[in-house]
């Protein structure tokens, strides 16, 4: 089993930087990807950024992000992190780090294990 907690949410102004850490425990060795998803209110969860875990470093962004969000990882640190620029109200919602085995395109919204969400809230 592989366990991931969110940590960074917060309130800021439009315009503003966040980041957000997830850190993983248990079994790491079986996660292909890391990624980051999140939910407005009233609306559907949403792929945002994802990075390969134990292989290659690649990254997966949602088109509307537009370079705004950088994905990273520290793997001796088993965290990830999601650096995010430039925020404007639509970003408002809550944050999801999620993990995933192989098989799945860098976009995709199938995780396998979940963490709780951690609210950003972006006032204009």
């Known amino acids: 089993q592989v366990s991931v907690v969110e940590s960074g949410g917060g309130l800021v102004q439009a315009g503003g930087s966040l980041s957000l850490t997830c850190t993983a425990s248990g079994r790491t060795f079986l996660m292909y990807r890391v990624g980051w998803l999140r939910q407005a209110p009233g609306k559907e969860r949403e792929f945002v950024a994802s990075?390969?875990?134990?292989?290659?470093?690649?990254?997966y962004y949602a088109e509307n992000i537009k370079c705004r969000f950088i994905i990273t990882k520290d793997y001796p640190a088993n965290t990830v992190t999601l650096q995010m620029n430039y925020l404007e109200p639509n970003d408002t919602g809550v944050y999801y780090c999620?993990?995933?085995?192989?098989?799945?395109?860098?976009?995709?919204?199938?995780?396998?294990?979940w963490g709780q969400g951690t609210q950003v809230t972006v006032s204009s």
């Open positions: 990075i390969n875990w134990s292989s290659n470093s690649r990254t």
């Open positions: 999620a993990a995933g085995y192989a098989g799945r395109d860098g976009r995709s919204s199938e995780y396998d294990y």
